[in-house]
């Protein structure tokens, strides 16, 4: 049973134009919730996170948005940029388990110059 | 800079055998995990270790142990290979922490059991 869902496989955008990757998730008792971008033949690298006592934290470009009643998080990138393209996992882990994160199966994300 | 190191990037390997994936980190983490990456699944949390000489299983342990000897160095070990065991396997490490701490992966082992 998974317990974070991307159900977007893959997502392409037009450069300069806003990206939104979504995540959705089952278990109420997640406390953060991070993203991480992977490149091929690379690991997968931190982005942005936010704690679940947020509804939103910004980073330049990248924004999440969590909306608790839903159990549903958002990435928003802005503007989209050709680099931008690679596989996003959206994350999450439960305070008292420590480091121990839940993965999502990921979103391809193509920006398109 | 931060680095967590894989032995090998490559590896092809024989159904049954014993198959040993090495994983170095150099910012003296506490933890270190191993995932597996497979299309449509994304990354499953296979063994993690949260001290020298300590070990968790995660959600896939089956057919995988794990060693940890040494605070930097972090080993995961398919006693008998199968092909289902083909797949993206990563390290990970991070700082004792609540859960917000982010994890420093590395590049990834890709494991081909025929």
């Known amino acids: 049973d998974q317990q974070v869902k991307q159900n977007s496989p893959s997502l392409s955008v037009q450069e300069g134009r806003i990206s939104i990757l979504n995540c959705d998730y089952t278990n109420s008792m997640f406390d953060y919730f991070l993203w991480y971008k992977k490149y091929p033949a690379e690991g997968p690298t931190f982005l942005i996170s936010?704690?679940?006592?947020?509804d939103k934290n910004e980073d330049g470009r990248f924004t999440v948005f969590l909306n608790k009643s839903a159990k549903h998080l958002s990435l928003h990138i802005v503007p989209s940029q050709p680099g931008d393209s690679a596989v996003y996992f959206c994350a999450a882990s439960v305070e008292e388990y420590g480091n121990k994160l839940v993965f999502g199966a990921g979103t391809i994300l193509r920006v398109k110059s | 800079d931060v680095k967590v190191t894989q032995s090998s990037r490559y590896l092809v390997k024989r159904t049954g055998e014993k198959v040993f994936l090495e994983c170095v980190q150099d910012?003296?983490?506490?933890?270190m995990f191993w995932y597996r990456q497979d299309p449509g699944l994304g990354l499953r949390l296979i063994y993690f270790s949260y001290d020298v000489k300590m070990k968790e299983k995660g959600d896939i342990p089956e057919g995988y142990s794990v060693s940890r000897e040494k605070k930097e160095r972090f080993s995961l070990i398919l006693e008998s290979a199968s092909t289902n065991q083909t797949s993206m396997y990563l390290c990970a490490s991070s700082p004792a922490g609540t859960g917000e701490e982010k994890l420093f992966f590395g590049s990834g082992t890709q494991l081909s059991v025929l």
């Open positions: 936010i704690s679940s006592i947020k």
């Open positions: 910012m003296d983490h506490e933890n």
